[in-house]
């Protein structure tokens, strides 16, 4: 248990450098081919979707966008609490020219991928 949850941080941690980093093929190598992404963002630029996206295709064509429209896009990691089946991070959102946004992440880890995550913030 305890080698599982230190697993799961681990993930956490190469998700973050690899957000950090826009290496879009490196954030993907994470995420099971049918994952799902729940995020408030989603309903308000894809409001078809209701906030969730089902799949890679989807992921990469969410996160190719937010890439390419905000190029300083970056987050800063303030706590990370995993235990065997999941990771809850807390991070600050930074993008130049805008507020910061204090954002809470659960990541839901199955055979050392991710197979969904949800996004919360106001």
Known sequence: ??????SNRAIALRWFAAFNAHDLEALLALYA????????????RQPDTNGLIIGKAALRAWWRDAFDRLPSLHYEVVKLTADEEQVFM?????????VDLRVGEVLEIR????VASRVYHG
Do not use: F, N
Not at 33 to 44: F, I, N, Q, W
Not at 111 to 114: C, E, Q, R
């Open 111 to 114: 055979d050392g991928v991710i």
């Open 1 to 6: 248990m305890i080698m599982r949850s230190a």
């Open 90 to 98: 807390e991070y600050i959102r930074q993008v130049k020219d805008e």
């Open 33 to 44: 081919d049918d994952a799902e992404h729940y995020s408030p963002k989603l309903k308000v």
